[in-house]
C-alpha cells in the first residue's frame, strides 16, 4: 500500500469531479494525526486503500485509536438517494453480523465497530439538505433523551428528517438482529453537543461523530467523536 496522502497539495482539486472532490473535503474533515482514512482505490486525500470480501462498494474505511467504522457516502441534493443509502449501509451491516464480509487494511483483518452513512451535510450534524426546511433543528429533548445525552449516547440535539430516518433504520435493525456487537448509523458533527452555534459556527473547527446503534450491547446507543478524546475534553 502506498501512502498518497502527503502528496495531495500538489493536485488541483478543481479538476476533480463532483463526487471526488466530496470525498476529499469529507477526508480532510475526518482525518487527522489519530484518524486515517482508506479509500477502496489509491486517492490522493486519504492514507491508503482498504480491500473487503465481496462485491460491496463502501467508499471509506475509518481507523482510529478506539473505533474503526466503514462509511458509504452519499451526495443529498436528492431526499430519496439518502433512503436507498440507508438501505445499502443496511446490507453492508448485515452481512458483517453474518460472517458474510470482511475488511482489511495492509493485508490485516481489521474488526468494524459500525458501519455509517455520510452525507455533504454531515458537516452540519446532519444528512438531508435544509432547502424548504427539509432537515430542521429539533427545538429540544425529552426527559428520557437529555439524559442519554448527558452520558454521551446521543447528542444534544439532533435534526428532524434525519434522526426519524435513523430511528426508523434502527427500529428495523433491532428487529432483524437483536444481538449483533455491530452498530449502524450516521457520520455527523459534534456541533450538535453545541446547537447554539450551528447558524454561525466554522463548521469545520468541529470534529466529526458517528451516531449510532448496536442491537447486542448493554447500552445500544453510542456518540463518539473522532477521535475520541475530543469528547473527553469538551
Do not use: C
Not at 474503526?68 to 451526495?75: H, I
Not at 460472517?99 to 468494524?112: A, C, L, R
Not at 446532519?126 to 433523551?145: C, I, M, V
Not at 458517528?210 to 478524546?229: D, I, K, M, Q, R
Amino acid at each position: 500500500m502506498t501512502d498518497l496522502s502527503e502528496f495531495g497539495g500538489g493536485i488541483d482539486r478543481s479538476e476533480l469531479d463532483e463526487a471526488d472532490q466530496f470525498h476529499a473535503s469529507l477526508s480532510d474533515w475526518i482525518r487527522s494525526d489519530a484518524v486515517s482514512v482508506y479509500s477502496r482505490e489509491q486517492k490522493s486525500y486519504t492514507n491508503g486503500t482498504f480491500e473487503n470480501d465481496r462485491s460491496f462498494k463502501p467508499q471509506f474505511l475509518i481507523e482510529g485509536p478506539s473505533y474503526t467504522y466503514v462509511v458509504r457516502t452519499q451526495l443529498a441534493d436528492d431526499g430519496s438517494d439518502i433512503y436507498k443509502a440507508i438501505y445499502t449501509v443496511f446490507n453492508y451491516w448485515r452481512a458483517l453480523t453474518q460472517g458474510k464480509e470482511g475488511y482489511s487494511v495492509d493485508g490485516k483483518s481489521i474488526t468494524v465497530d459500525a458501519v455509517l452513512l455520510a452525507t455533504d451535510y454531515s458537516k452540519e450534524g446532519k444528512l438531508f439538505h435544509g432547502r424548504q426546511n427539509k432537515d430542521p433543528l429539533r427545538t429540544g429533548r425529552s426527559e428520557e433523551a437529555a439524559k442519554m445525552a448527558n452520558s454521551n449516547q446521543i447528542p444534544k440535539l439532533e435534526h428532524g428528517a434525519s434522526e426519524t430516518a435513523l430511528r426508523v433504520l434502527w427500529k428495523f435493525v433491532k428487529n432483524h438482529d437483536s444481538e449483533s456487537d455491530v452498530g449502524i448509523g450516521a457520520l455527523l458533527s459534534s456541533v450538535l453537543d453545541t446547537p447554539e452555534q450551528i447558524g454561525d459556527a466554522d463548521l469545520e473547527e468541529y470534529v466529526p461523530a458517528a451516531l449510532y446503534y448496536t442491537p447486542g450491547e448493554e447500552l445500544v446507543h453510542s456518540w463518539n467523536y473522532l477521535p475520541f478524546f475530543f469528547q473527553n475534553n469538551a
